[in-house]
């Protein structure tokens, strides 16, 4: 690494090198957790997740029973109350919503330059950013004013995604129509046509069911920055920050790639065998909660994606998917996480597949701000303490004694 002044960083970098392999034991007290695995960090009412049966609630009601029943407005409302809606409240809902998913001219023209200049989720996250600054009665920290951001937000994402992938590709913009229903409405404006039957369900559904997911590395990453009392959008930033990443967010991309790479069933064995061979980790395969059972949202997943192979008379993509998936199992006992079959499923509503991760996002934003507003309700400011691993009671050496010292390249 160089400099624009010839002033070269190597030699000064620290990596793992430096810190020292930990052997023996320590008292409990020092005991560390990496990763955070099994350890309590907060209390919460609103996700449990048990991985040894592979449930999962949303304000103590079966997932199961959403999927069946229930749609994605529902499911927010919630979330955001703890109740589900009745009738009445379920129009004021969807018609609040929809009043808020158009976005100003000044987000439109930093959407246009970003998305030439920009990978998606990197100018979403910049996007989101300006956007909550523009969010009026930002200083307000009642419950009622942080409602009513979580509406703005989560009424706007959508919005900014589609628009996003339209100016990229070099076609008009479709502006919301607040007569469609939040998900088939996100399928209009990316397409400019109204989405089948089959299409709206299959985006509602999976819409639902990746809202929310307990404590997981965004939703922490939301309620850390909460717990500062910075604003809302921040602790939205934060969350698409964290979300990014391959090992959360991005991993739904990389699932879609693997099928690409892989291509015909005649390949999935040798493509599996190599893989376990070189000891890889093959995307969209296991879970730290769901180790002894499946997650019970994959099966939706599935099902819905077969509903548009069977609507295109193409099930290319699910024979692929399902064979990858029977394969992965019979060689290393690892159960298909949700994101194997959401992005294939994905890509067959026509989602690209660098979107695939701001879409995940678009899904989570509601469940994001959940946690951002049960974090502000009861808070305590999110500091935890770390084991000092590196040397102690060193001698400082003045800098004309030190020898042998690292000279820089100016």
Same mark, same amino acid.
């Given at each position: 690494?160089?400099?624009?002044?010839?002033?070269?960083?190597?030699?000064?970098?620290?990596?793992?090198?430096?810190?020292?392999?930990?052997?023996?034991?320590?008292?409990?007290?020092?005991?560390?957790?990496?990763?955070?695995?099994?350890?309590?960090?907060?209390?919460?009412?609103?996700?449990?997740?048990?991985?040894?049966?592979?449930?999962?609630?949303?304000?103590?009601?079966?997932?199961?029973?959403?999927?069946?029943?229930?749609?994605?407005?529902?499911?927010?409302?919630?979330?955001?109350?703890?109740?589900?809606?009745?009738?009445?409240?379920?129009?004021?809902?969807?018609?609040?919503?929809?009043?808020?998913?158009?976005?100003?001219?000044?987000?439109?023209?930093?959407?246009?330059?970003?998305?030439?200049?920009?990978?998606?989720?990197?100018?979403?996250?910049?996007?989101?950013?300006?956007?909550?600054?523009?969010?009026?009665?930002?200083?307000?920290?009642?419950?009622?004013?942080?409602?009513?951001?979580?509406?703005?937000?989560?009424?706007?994402?959508?919005?900014?995604?589609?628009?996003?992938?339209?100016?990229?590709?070099?076609?008009?913009?479709?502006?919301?129509?607040?007569?469609?229903?939040?998900?088939?409405?996100?399928?209009?404006?990316?397409?400019?046509?109204?989405?089948?039957?089959?299409?709206?369900?299959?985006?509602?559904?999976?819409?639902?069911?990746?809202?929310?997911?307990?404590?997981?590395?965004?939703?922490?990453?939301?309620?850390?920055?909460?717990?500062?009392?910075?604003?809302?959008?921040?602790?939205?930033?934060?969350?698409?920050?964290?979300?990014? %990443?391959? !090992?959360?967010? @991005?991993?739904?991309?990389?699932?879609?790639?693997? &099928?690409? =790479?892989? #291509?015909?069933?005649?390949?999935?064995?040798?493509?599996?065998?190599?893989?376990?061979?070189?000891?890889?980790?093959?995307?969209?395969?296991?879970?730290?909660?769901?180790?002894?059972?499946?997650?019970?949202?994959?099966?939706?997943?599935?099902?819905?994606?077969?509903?548009?192979?069977?609507?295109?008379?193409?099930?290319?993509?699910?024979?692929?998917?399902?064979?990858?998936?029977?394969?992965?199992?019979?060689?290393?006992?690892?159960?298909?996480?949700?994101?194997?079959?959401?992005?294939?499923?994905?890509?067959?509503?026509?989602?690209?597949?660098?979107?695939?991760?701001?879409?995940?996002?678009?899904?989570?934003?509601?469940?994001?701000?959940?946690?951002?507003?049960?974090?502000?309700?009861?808070?305590?400011?999110?500091?935890? %303490?770390? !084991?000092?691993? @590196?040397?102690?009671?060193?001698?400082?050496?003045? &800098?004309? =004694?030190? #020898?042998?010292?690292?000279?820089?390249?100016?």
């Amino acid at each position: 690494m160089e400099m624009k002044t010839g002033f070269k960083l190597e030699s000064m970098l620290v990596t793992d090198n430096h810190l020292p392999t930990l052997l023996g034991d320590y008292p409990a007290e020092q005991r560390v957790y990496e990763g955070l695995e099994g350890v309590l960090a907060g209390r919460t009412a609103i996700c449990d997740i048990d991985g040894d049966i592979g449930a999962l609630q949303y304000r103590g009601i079966d997932i199961r029973e959403l999927a069946k029943n229930s749609t994605y407005e529902e499911v927010v409302y919630l979330l955001w109350t703890n109740e589900l809606p009745t009738r009445n409240q379920l129009w004021a809902f969807k018609a609040a919503l929809a009043a808020e998913r158009e976005v100003d001219a000044g987000i439109y023209e930093i959407l246009r330059f970003l998305s030439h200049y920009m990978k998606p989720m990197d100018a979403l996250r910049t996007a989101v950013s300006a956007l909550a600054s523009d969010n009026p009665g930002e200083d307000n920290t009642s419950p009622e004013s942080r409602l009513a951001k979580a509406i703005y937000l989560t009424a706007k994402f959508p919005t900014l995604v589609a628009y996003y992938c339209r100016e990229s590709q070099g076609k008009m913009w479709v502006h919301p129509d607040p007569k469609l229903d939040h998900a088939a409405n996100f399928l209009y404006m990316m397409h400019g046509k109204r989405p089948t039957p089959v299409e709206a369900r299959a985006m509602d559904l999976t819409m639902l069911l990746m809202v929310e997911h307990g404590f997981n590395a965004s939703t922490f990453a939301a309620r850390v920055t909460a717990s500062t009392l910075s604003d809302m959008g921040a602790a939205i930033t934060s969350a698409m920050g964290t979300l990014k %990443g391959p !090992l959360h967010g @991005g991993a739904n991309q990389g699932a879609l790639e693997m &099928l690409f =790479e892989i #291509e015909t069933l005649d390949n999935v064995e040798s493509y599996v065998d190599a893989a376990l061979e070189a000891k890889q980790r093959i995307l969209g395969f296991g879970h730290r909660i769901y180790r002894k059972a499946g997650d019970s949202r994959v099966p939706y997943i599935k099902d819905m994606l077969y509903q548009l192979c069977a609507q295109s008379d193409d099930f290319h993509l699910y024979e692929l998917a399902d064979k990858v998936a029977q394969t992965v199992w019979e060689k290393k006992r690892l159960f298909a996480n949700v994101d194997f079959y959401l992005a294939p499923m994905l890509h067959m509503l026509g989602i690209p597949v660098d979107l695939l991760t701001p879409f995940f996002a678009m899904c989570r934003i509601a469940g994001w701000t959940a946690h951002v507003m049960e974090q502000y309700a009861n808070n305590r400011l999110i500091r935890p %303490g770390s !084991l000092y691993v @590196g040397p102690v009671a060193r001698p400082y050496i003045p &800098l004309d =004694e030190r #020898e042998g010292a690292i000279i820089a390249d100016f």
